[in-house]
RNA sequence: GGCCCGUUCGUCUAUCGGUUAGGACACCUGGUUUUCAACCAGGUAAGAGGGGUUCGACUCCCCUACGGGCUGCCA
């Protein structure tokens, strides 16, 4: 509060498996924050738990954020290598006089854990070694714990849950350095916090009650306490935690499944957060708007249908060249086949009218099947049916009214109008074979923006495969 | 079990003691249309329950219920 420092936040995954939607989320969040502010966002991987931490989930986190557009400053920070720092702050602490060299066994902790539970307490496990005469240390492994106030509360002003109170007895001396001289995430996370000048921590409200505990660090350091905004969890269309049996949960997911990206940073920074009645905004803006103080304090679940339909509107409101650039990339990353130089030259004609319609990817490469099919054009059912004996004639007249014809939705109408006029039919009618021939489907998009996109010569060839 | 947090239409939310409780998605109806869409107009729909405080509570306090989180030499 009332800091004078730059704003700096960070993001810092622990790198066990891809980006969770949560994650990214929480991502997107410090993200807007400090670009709202002109400050920096770092990335940080939290790779101290070398059992689980792999390269390969640290190389899908970052892909997604990139994916997501969340650009960081600086060299991505790797927790693990700054251990010997960590080492140090915790023998700092222990000249402080704010930690002391805990002798006690893991059996033995376990042991009283279990047997304190089993008698239906609270285990605090009180160490012995708190106050112990160093004279008496025995000549052993130790771990390095905390001296934490026993008495009294620690008051965290969160900046979205309010002021939240937390009994200093209910908290025991928690491990900052393990016996094995690596550091305990509570010791790391503030250690990183401060070298790295985090001003403000958003994250995940499941560290909510962890922030008691490192504010003692900071505390016991005599360091600034920065920010904290802990913000809900994502849950499930249930309301249950965000899990595999949900569907989706990885942000990488959502790219195969085809949504744009600009979508999902609009749905996912209106997951949650609220500015008024602004729904539909530009990353632009929602970096203007983004504040803490519009974050909402209960979970939020995620909606596929209003994920879709934002994602209608960035689609509509895209650039046609970026548009096309991303969906080369979701054709990469869903792997589809890439589109060929020409289909890339008529999606480029018909995206203009196609981007106005469509909310996905997959679903703007279904609406363009007419561009991507090549001659001889393979009906489906319906389009075969739609292809009779009738209809083929009136195809086979309409053909040469084509050859003249100056290439305009206004020049064409009159003369679709005019044949389906001589044969006594509505153009509704008329509409239907022609969709089969052009597009070798009954369901396309308008037959006039079919055929300004491919052309005079495609148009007429494909009319007279279909007249055959 | 203990501690901490949360609870407004089905969903995301606005409201910051006085509103016919607003918007968006979804849904329903109608319109438009060359199909599916898109688009336009309209509609249904909410303060978990119970106590207080107050002239007046969705807004403040307490209890209950429900949901979530934490409770490791994991992060």
């Given amino acids: 509060m009332n800091s004078p420092r730059p704003v700096v936040t960070r993001f810092a995954p622990s790198p066990t498996g891809y980006l969770h939607i949560g994650g990214g989320r929480t991502a997107l969040f410090n993200w807007l924050y400090a670009r709202g502010r002109g400050g920096k966002f770092l990335l940080r991987i939290e790779d101290t738990d070398r059992e689980r931490s792999t390269p390969e989930a ?28 960590h080492a ?35 285990p605090v496990f009180l160490s012995p070694w708190r ?4 004279a008496t240390h025995p000549d052993a492994p130790y771990s390095i714990r905390m001296k934490a106030p026993r008495t009294g509360e620690t008051v965290i002003e969160d900046q979205v849950q309010g002021r939240v109170t937390i009994q200093n007895a209910t908290l025991d ?5 393990r016996s094995d001289n690596t550091p305990t995430y509570m010791l790391a996370v503030v250690v990183d916090d401060h070298d790295m000048s985090v001003t403000h921590v ?166 363009a099947s007419f561009l991507l099919v090549q001659r001889p054009i393979i009906s489906d059912d319906k389009a075969r049916e739609a292809l009779d004996t009738v209809s083929r004639g009136i195809l086979k007249s309409l053909t040469p009214r084509l050859q003249n014809a100056s290439w305009t939705k206004e020049a064409l109408e009159p003369i679709l109008n005019e044949i389906a006029a001589d044969n006594g039919i509505g153009f509704g009618k008329l509409a239907a074979p022609l969709r089969a021939a052009i597009a070798g489907r ?27």
Wanted: charged share 25%.
């Fill in 173 to 177: 001396d928690m491990i900052v350095l």
């Fill in 131 to 134: 106050d112990a005469d160093p």
């Fill in 202 to 367: 958003i994250r995940g409200d499941d560290h909510l009650n962890n922030a008691a505990r490192q504010q003692m660090v900071y505390d016991a350091m005599g360091w600034e306490v920065p920010v904290w905004a802990h913000i809900p969890l994502i849950h499930g269309p249930d309301g249950k935690k965000l899990s595999k049996r949900h569907g989706a949960t990885g942000v990488e997911e959502y790219q195969v499944m085809g949504y744009p990206a600009a979508g999902m940073r609009n749905y996912l920074t209106r997951l949650g957060w609220a500015h008024g009645d602004a729904e539909i905004f530009t990353t632009a803006e929602a970096v203007e708007m983004f504040d803490l103080a519009g974050i909402g304090r209960a979970p939020a679940r995620l909606d596929f249908k209003k994920l879709e339909n934002t994602c209608g509107h960035h689609m509509a409101m895209a650039d046609d060249a970026a548009l096309l650039h991303e969906l080369t990339a979701y054709l990469a990353a869903a792997g589809r086949p890439p589109l060929t130089d020409l289909q890339a030259n008529l999606m480029a004609k018909a995206l203009p009218v196609l981007k106005k319609s469509v909310k996905t990817f997959p679903e703007l490469i279904e609406k």
């Fill in 88 to 122: 140090e702050v915790a023998h700092a602490m222990l000249a402080r006089g704010t930690a002391y060299k805990c002798f006690a066994m893991q059996e033995e902790i376990a042991a009283f854990r279990a047997a304190e539970e089993a008698a239906g307490r609270y």
């Fill in 58 to 85: 640290t190389a899908a986190i970052l892909r997604g954020l990139t994916w997501l557009g969340l650009d960081w400053d600086g060299e991505v920070v790797s927790q693990f290598e700054r251990r010997d720092r």
């Fill in 442 to 468: 009954t369901v396309t998009p308008s037959v006039y923006d079919m055929m300004l996109v491919i052309g005079r010569e495609e148009t007429v060839a494909r009319l007279s495969d279909a007249g055959k």
